[in-house]
């Protein structure tokens, strides 16, 4: 069969949303719609189940419900429909009196500028939103302090200079104790206090009804808040007040937004697993990975304003699909790894291994066919530099191919609100739709809550190494035996309190057995 015929019989559009996917350079055998007919039947029930509020998160013994934030007539309640409603709504008036300037500063002025506090999903979709579809002059310019690193707020405050005085922060923490968004709210309040600002009045939560975070923010009276729910996950949150107070605040058509990504609910809930894009991807993950995620997913969209989507699918697919057990219980060690840039850059980064090395991944190619909003500019006779941005996406597709290396081509008609939708939309059923195939739960991250467990037992014995340091020298080792713990560890904590003016280096030896440590 030539490239042309596998072609058509494996390229599928959605022609009323201007999407298509492409899955002929993927080597599967025809039998394989068959062949996984029973576990194909399976996932999509349970996805039914889930849009119709199971208990989809056993562990956790939560609904999933992100579906229900783009159409809300989904909800399997008349009180969560409402919630629903009523927070969509409450987030774009709380933007439109922010632009309006009924809602202003603590100095009478409209606020200019955001800063979101937040990490992983309360920070990664509104980044995502922010470079992919804000326009080029938003109405209010966006900042992160996205993780618990002191320089980098430094920076981000630094950025904002005076303009910190018309900043509207939103601090986003479902449940208010995450230590990296809880310290990063902390920095935010010193930042506000130090430039004589009262932080309350340039403040929203986005949070758990109840949480710390929650009575904190009352108590010290912001300006608003607004509900994150436990049955929407971190990495699904884009579109609740997580995404839609930032997105909106910057001139985003949220409606749209949400449109999108229910229109392509809407297509993969009911057609069949030939014609259903998310069932197709959750298929050729299957398939590349031999149902073990033994392959790499390398992303791989050309269009700029995308570079950050690898960066958002790597948190959705790999803690989504990263999980040591199954639904039984059963040690199952199922997972995808995702990483990616954009092209045609990668063709200068890492694409000359991915044709020529170790055939270790699968590549999914998005390709956004409008070129770019103004007038066409030849950089020679009848060439533009969207021709060649095409040029290099078919070029690196055909290069792959000629290697027998896999890939999948999604297209888009233009990067938009309603085209992101789309796409965030697709990738969340296709995680679903995995997670079916291969019988795991998606929805909770028990590896998440071991790294947070690990990091609080490393921070209770740096408070006993600081305060067990003595005017004369000691040793990890002497450490280690004075309180009981290990002396690696101990070494560690030694030399990032050194490095930090909380600890001095009294005399360095051969090897770090040797080297000795004092109080400062």
């Not at 015929?5 to 058509?8: E, V």
């Not at 002191?150 to 920076?155: A, K, N, S």
């Not at 993969?268 to 697993?273: C, F, K, L, Q, V």
């Given at each position: 069969?030539?490239h042309w015929?596998?072609?058509?019989k494996?390229?599928?559009?959605?022609s009323?949303?201007g999407?298509?996917?492409d899955?002929?350079?993927?080597?599967f055998?025809?039998?394989?719609f068959t062949?996984?007919?029973?576990?194909?039947?399976?996932?999509?029930?349970s996805m039914?189940a889930l849009?119709a509020?199971a208990i989809a998160n056993?562990?956790?013994?939560?609904m999933?419900g992100h579906?229900?934030?783009?159409?809300s007539?989904l909800a399997?309640?008349e009180a969560?429909?409402?919630?629903?409603?009523?927070?969509?709504?409450?987030?774009?008036?709380?933007?439109?009196?922010?632009?309006?300037?009924v809602?202003t500063?603590a100095n009478?002025?409209?606020?200019t500028?955001?800063?979101?506090?937040?990490?992983?999903?309360s920070?990664l979709?509104?980044q995502?939103v922010?470079h992919a579809?804000?326009?080029?002059n938003p109405?209010?310019?966006?900042s992160?302090?996205?993780?618990?690193d002191?320089?980098?707020?430094?920076?981000v405050?630094?950025?904002?200079?005076?303009?910190?005085?018309t900043t509207l922060?939103?601090?986003?923490?479902?449940s208010?104790?995450?230590?990296?968004?809880?310290?990063?709210?902390?920095?935010?309040e010193?930042?506000y206090?130090k430039?004589?600002?009262?932080?309350a009045?340039?403040?929203v939560a986005v949070?758990?009804d109840?949480s710390e975070l929650?009575?904190?923010?009352?108590a010290?009276g912001?300006?608003?808040g607004?509900?994150?729910?436990d049955?929407?996950?971190g990495?699904?949150?884009?579109?609740?007040?997580v995404?839609?107070?930032?997105?909106a605040?910057?001139?985003?058509?949220v409606?749209q937004f949400l449109?999108?990504?229910?229109a392509?609910?809407?297509e993969?809930?009911?057609?069949?697993?030939r014609?259903?894009?998310?069932?197709?991807?959750?298929?050729m993950?299957?398939?590349?990975?031999k149902?073990k995620?033994l392959k790499?997913m390398?992303?791989?969209p050309?269009?700029?304003?995308l570079?950050?989507f690898s960066k958002y699918?790597q948190?959705l697919?790999?803690e989504s699909l990263?999980k040591?057990h199954d639904?039984?219980?059963?040690?199952?060690n199922?997972?995808?790894a995702?990483?990616?840039?954009?092209?045609?850059t990668?063709?200068?980064a890492?694409?000359?291994?991915?044709?020529?090395?170790?055939?270790?991944?699968?590549a999914t190619?998005?390709e956004?066919?409008k070129?770019r909003?103004?007038g066409a500019?030849?950089?020679e006779?009848?060439?533009?530099?969207?021709d060649?941005?095409?040029g290099f996406?078919?070029?690196?597709?055909?290069?792959l191919?000629?290697?027998?290396r896999?890939?999948?081509?999604?297209?888009i008609a233009?990067?938009n609100?309603f085209?992101?939708?789309?796409?965030?939309?697709?990738?969340?059923r296709?995680?679903?739709?995995?997670?079916?195939?291969?019988?795991?739960?998606?929805?909770?991250?028990p590896?998440v809550e071991a790294?947070?467990?690990?990091?609080?037992?490393?921070?209770t014995q740096?408070?006993?190494?600081?305060?067990?340091?003595?005017s004369?020298?000691m040793?990890?080792?002497?450490?280690?035996?004075?309180?009981?713990i290990d002396?690696e560890?101990?070494f560690?904590m030694?030399?990032h309190?050194?490095?930090?003016?909380?600890?001095?280096t009294?005399?360095l030896g051969?090897?770090?057995?040797?080297?000795?440590?004092?109080?400062?």
């Open positions: 069969m030539s015929d596998r072609f058509q494996y390229f599928v559009r959605y009323d949303l999407f298509s996917i899955i002929s350079r993927m080597a055998e025809d039998s394989l062949t996984l007919a029973e576990r194909i039947e399976c996932a999509m029930k039914d849009e509020g056993p562990d956790e013994k939560r999933v579906y229900w934030l783009r159409n007539q399997p309640s969560l429909k409402l919630e629903i409603d009523t927070t969509l709504e409450a987030t774009l008036k709380f933007a439109k009196d922010a632009h309006a300037g809602i500063a009478g002025k409209k606020f500028r955001v800063l979101v506090v937040g990490i992983g999903g920070a979709g509104p995502l922010a579809i804000t326009p080029a109405p209010m310019a966006i992160f302090f996205d993780n618990t002191p320089d980098g707020i430094d920076r405050v630094a950025e904002i200079g005076d303009e910190l005085a922060t939103l601090v986003i923490s479902k208010g104790g995450t230590k990296e968004t809880r310290n990063g709210m902390l920095e935010a010193a930042a206090k430039a004589g600002l009262e932080f009045k340039h403040a949070t758990g109840g929650d009575k904190h923010a009352k010290q912001w300006l608003a607004f509900p994150m729910w049955w929407v996950g990495r699904t949150s884009v579109m609740s007040a995404g839609t107070i930032a997105a605040l910057q001139g985003v058509d409606r449109a999108g990504a229910a392509m609910d809407a993969t809930r009911i057609r069949p697993a014609e259903n894009a998310a069932m197709l991807l959750a298929l993950w299957y398939h590349a990975g149902g995620g790499d390398v992303v791989l050309y269009k700029d304003r570079v950050l699918l948190q697919v790999m990263g040591e639904l039984s219980g059963a040690v199952v199922q997972g995808i995702v990483y990616g840039n954009k092209g045609s990668d063709q200068h890492y694409v000359q291994q991915l044709r020529d090395g170790v055939n270790n991944f699968f190619f998005i956004v066919r070129a909003d103004t500019f030849e950089v006779p009848g060439f533009t530099s969207g060649y941005l095409q996406l078919r070029g690196t597709r055909k290069a191919a000629e290697k027998g896999e890939s999948i081509t999604l297209s233009e990067i609100a085209s992101l939708g789309m796409l965030i939309g697709l990738f969340e296709a995680v679903g739709f995995y997670a079916g195939l291969v019988n795991i739960n998606a929805y909770h991250q590896g790294g947070k467990k690990a990091a609080t037992e490393f921070l740096l408070a006993k190494v600081r305060d067990a340091l003595t004369t020298g040793t990890a080792d002497e450490v280690s035996a004075k309180l009981g002396a560890d101990a560690h030694l030399n309190l050194t490095a930090n003016g909380l600890a001095k009294v005399a051969v090897n770090p057995v040797q080297d000795q440590f004092a109080a400062s």
